[in-house]
């Protein structure tokens, strides 16, 4: 049920946010010549897939977790994206690919090892990852691996239609902060 959901919203989202996600392109392209991020992620069964994103730092910035970032690598139109969380919209396509979902948890990188270890012990790769969820909302970030796991399993084992209108109306409307930089 919740794939035929992120299936249905993914596609109208796409088609609907087009025009929106048109004028972002163009802004970015004025900002960092490369609007466009795409970063290989820790998916499923803990296979590899593209992450797609609006850029929000300089294009010369290490690839690494938000968190090991430095703020000043972060370009002023990358902070309003981050703020209002449009840098994900391009994660749709993630999603209508079946590579993510809208709810689950966040998709880390393959050098973060000690997520990757805390996420096995609780089997957070049997799920999809997801552009949003209960850590997300809550303002847990991958600087804690222990806790986001702990909150991943939490969200995992309790999702349900309510909490997944749930956790997507509660990041719409703002609740949560993001990709936090140093």
């Given at each position: 049920?919740?794939?035929?959901?992120?299936?249905?919203?993914?596609?109208?989202?796409?088609?609907?946010?087009?025009?929106?996600?048109?004028?972002?392109?163009?802004?970015?392209?004025?900002?960092?010549?490369?609007?466009?991020?795409?970063?290989?992620?820790?998916?499923?069964?803990?296979?590899?897939?593209?992450?797609?994103?609006?850029?929000?730092?300089?294009?010369?910035?290490?690839?690494?977790?938000?968190?090991?970032?430095?703020?000043?690598?972060?370009?002023?139109?990358?902070?309003?994206?981050?703020?209002?969380?449009?840098?994900?919209?391009?994660?749709?396509?993630?999603?209508?690919?079946?590579?993510m979902s809208i709810v689950g948890p966040?998709?880390?990188?393959?050098?973060?090892?000690?997520?990757?270890?805390?996420?096995?012990?609780?089997?957070?790769?049997?799920?999809?990852?997801?552009?949003?969820?209960?850590?997300?909302?809550?303002?847990?970030?991958?600087?804690?691996?222990?806790?986001?796991?702990?909150?991943?399993?939490?969200?995992?084992?309790?999702?349900?239609?309510?909490?997944?209108?749930?956790?997507?109306?509660?990041?719409?409307?703002?609740?949560?902060?993001?990709?936090?930089?140093?």
């Amino acid at each position: 049920m919740i794939r035929t959901l992120d299936f249905i919203f993914a596609l109208f989202g796409l088609a609907l946010a087009m025009p929106f996600l048109m004028i972002l392109y163009i802004i970015g392209l004025f900002d960092t010549g490369s609007p466009i991020f795409v970063q290989e992620r820790v998916g499923r069964h803990k296979k590899p897939f593209n992450l797609v994103k609006f850029r929000t730092m300089k294009v010369d910035t290490a690839s690494v977790a938000s968190h090991l970032a430095n703020t000043a690598s972060i370009t002023r139109f990358g902070g309003f994206l981050r703020k209002t969380k449009l840098d994900e919209l391009p994660q749709l396509w993630n999603v209508l690919k079946g590579e993510m979902s809208i709810v689950g948890p966040r998709p880390g990188l393959f050098n973060q090892d000690e997520l990757t270890k805390a996420r096995d012990a609780k089997n957070i790769y049997a799920v999809r990852p997801g552009i949003t969820g209960l850590a997300q909302v809550n303002e847990i970030d991958m600087s804690t691996p222990e806790l986001l796991a702990e909150t991943d399993s939490k969200m995992i084992i309790t999702l349900n239609i309510k909490n997944y209108f749930s956790y997507i109306l509660q990041t719409i409307v703002g609740k949560g902060s993001g990709d936090r930089v140093k």
